[in-house]
Each structure stands twice: as C-alpha cells, then as structure tokens.
Nanobody, 122 residues
Framework: QVQLVESGGGLAQAGGSLRLSCAAS????????VGWFRQSPGKERQFVAA????????YYTDSVKGRFTISRDSAKNTVYLQMHSLEPEDTAVYHC???????????????WGQGTRVTVSS
C-alpha cells in the first residue's frame, strides 16, 4: 500500500512557473510508475505526464511537452512536476497516481493522492 500527498499548487500568472511535489509513504514506492493527471471543472481527467520506476523513462501529453518536466527522487520518495510557461488552460486540480504499468490511462493507476489546485491567471 502506498499513500500519496501532493503539494506545491497555487496561483501563478501566465508565463510563470510552479513545481508540484508528490510525496509517498511506504518502502515500496520505488516499484511504482508514477503519473500526473489533471482535472478542470466540467472536464474529464486528463493525463499529463508519467515516469518509470527508475526515472529513466518519461512520457508527456502533447500539450505540455517542452514546458513540463517530471522527475523523481527515490531517496525522498517524491516525484516532482516542474511546470514552466504556464497557460490559463493549465488551470486544474493536479493529482499524482502510482501504478504498475506506465500508461496515459487513469485506470492503470491504483493509488491516488487528493490533488493540489493550480490556477493560472492571464
């Protein structure tokens, strides 16, 4: 079992940056692939990025490529999502999730955090 807690959300201006953190409890975190998803009011949950167990492979949705970077620090049991060049369209609640398979589909992830809200003003 792994528990996930997101932090780092807040208010940013368009063009600004934020770094989200996903802190995990449990010694088995390293066995999990971790993904970031986001959800805006009235919209379906959207895949953002994922990182492999080793951190050697990453995967992004097209709309964030070149702007967002996912990384993990195994010693700290934490996965990060560095977001640059933020756009109002990035406004959402961001959730991290842990699973056994690297995927852009939310159903592939078994463990979810409560989310952290990101608001980008124009």
């Amino acid at each position: 079992q792994v528990q996930l807690v997101e932090s780092g959300g807040g208010l940013a201006q368009a063009g600004g940056s934020l770094r989200l953190s996903c802190a995990a409890s449990g010694r088995t975190f390293s066995k999990y692939v971790v993904g970031w998803f986001r959800q805006s009011p009235g919209k379906e949950r959207q895949f953002v990025a994922a990182i492999s167990r080793s951190g050697g492979s990453t995967y992004y949705t097209d709309s964030v490529k070149g702007r967002f970077t996912i990384s993990r620090d195994s010693a700290k049991n934490t996965v990060y999502l560095q977001m640059h060049s933020l756009e109002p369209e990035d406004t959402a609640v961001y959730h991290c999730a842990a699973g056994l398979v690297m995927s852009g589909t939310s159903g592939a992830y078994q463990h979810w955090g409560q989310g952290t809200r990101v608001t980008v003003s124009s």
